[in-house]
């Protein structure tokens, strides 16, 4: 694999477990602000946007399918939370600010 692409996957596994660990303190304190989930919904999308690109990238540079393979795990994982988030914010649109 591409030491480019190898790096950005990295890169975006790191958000994704940063992005996990967020949500598990917001569901540890139960105290978030809208405008937090707010903020982290947003940089799901990034991160999603993000994956997509490396995704587009990698298929026109051929790269292996079980790379790709990996790169579309992440952007399940991504699509996932962010339907995750925009739940807690629909079940709870009164959060405290």
Do not use: C, W, Y
Not at 10 to 19: G, P, S
Not at 57 to 63: I, N, R
Not at 69 to 90: P, Q, W, Y
């Amino acid at each position: 694999m591409d030491a480019l692409f190898a790096e950005m996957m990295a890169t975006l596994r790191d958000a994704q477990q940063a992005v996990e660990q967020e949500l598990e303190q917001i569901l540890l304190n139960q105290s978030s602000s809208s405008a937090r989930l707010a903020h982290l919904q947003m940089s799901v999308g990034e991160f999603l946007l993000q994956a997509r690109s490396l995704l587009e990238m990698m298929a026109d540079s051929d790269a292996e399918a079980e790379a790709m393979n990996m790169v579309e795990e992440l952007m399940d994982l991504f699509s996932d939370t962010d339907t995750r988030i925009a739940a807690m914010v629909k079940a709870a649109p009164n959060l405290g600010m």
